[in-house]
């Protein structure tokens, strides 16, 4: 198998960065908002999650919904496509064994 073929390289390619990875996992129980995920990654600025939030959002990771009119009541959550890439760390594979792949 190729290198570019690989699943999981695929898997890579959306979540590299220094706090992407912590920012799924912390997604993974459910719903957070942007206080909520600071928490989770305290050493990370807020510009800095700020960016990598934004990338995941482009690359259809997660979802941001906004509350009310208040930008402060924002609301992230994992995409279907997101909850794919929960690989179990031990097997690097999810259930179906299909990372980075939508079901």
């Not at 930008?71 to 279907?80: F, I, K, M, N, S």
């Given at each position: 198998m190729r290198l570019s073929e690989c699943p999981v390289r695929a898997t890579i390619d959306v979540i590299e960065g220094k706090w992407k990875p912590i920012v799924v996992n912390a997604l993974k129980p459910g719903t957070l908002r942007f206080g909520q995920l600071r928490r989770h990654v305290p050493e990370a600025t807020r510009k800095v999650l700020t960016e990598q939030l934004r990338e995941l959002e482009k690359d259809q990771i997660i979802t941001r919904k906004v509350l009310g009119q208040r930008?402060?009541?924002?609301?992230?959550?994992?995409?279907?496509?997101?909850r794919t890439l929960g690989a179990d760390s031990r097997t690097g594979s999810d259930t179906n064994g299909e990372v980075g792949q939508e079901a």
């Open positions: 930008w402060e009541r924002v609301e992230y959550a994992l995409t279907p496509y997101g």
